[in-house]
């Protein structure tokens, strides 16, 4: 069982989308990440950073012919802190009672 624990970093809602999409792939693309996300440059490349410097998210820069192409994926620390974060958001919803039927 995942220990829940706020994580006051991937807690920013759009740091919280970008976990959660990394989460689920092995590597992202720049510009699905962005796209997905709906930030634009200049600010993805600064929450990226932010991860990066938290040891959360590993950032891959390579070329594809001559054009640069920049990857993310989330770290082992990353995705332990991201089950931990949203563990503690589930027992927020449980305590309240509240019930989301799936659509």
């Known amino acids: 069982m995942t ?3 706020f994580d006051e970093l991937i807690h920013s809602p759009t740091r919280l989308a970008i976990v959660s999409l990394l989460a689920a792939v092995e590597w992202a693309d720049f510009k699905v990440i962005r796209d997905q996300v709906g930030l634009s440059d200049s600010a993805l490349s600064k929450q990226l950073s932010t991860l990066e410097e938290a040891g959360y998210v ?6 594809i ?9 989330l770290t082992g620390a990353g ?20 019930t989301v039927l799936p659509s």
């Open 65 to 73: 012919g001559k054009r640069p192409r920049t990857s993310a994926r």
């Open 79 to 98: 995705l332990a802190a991201f089950k931990q974060h949203v563990a503690a958001l589930q027992q927020l919803v449980e305590r309240s009672g509240v």
């Open 58 to 63: 590993q950032i891959r820069k390579t070329f």
């Open 3 to 5: 220990p829940a624990r």
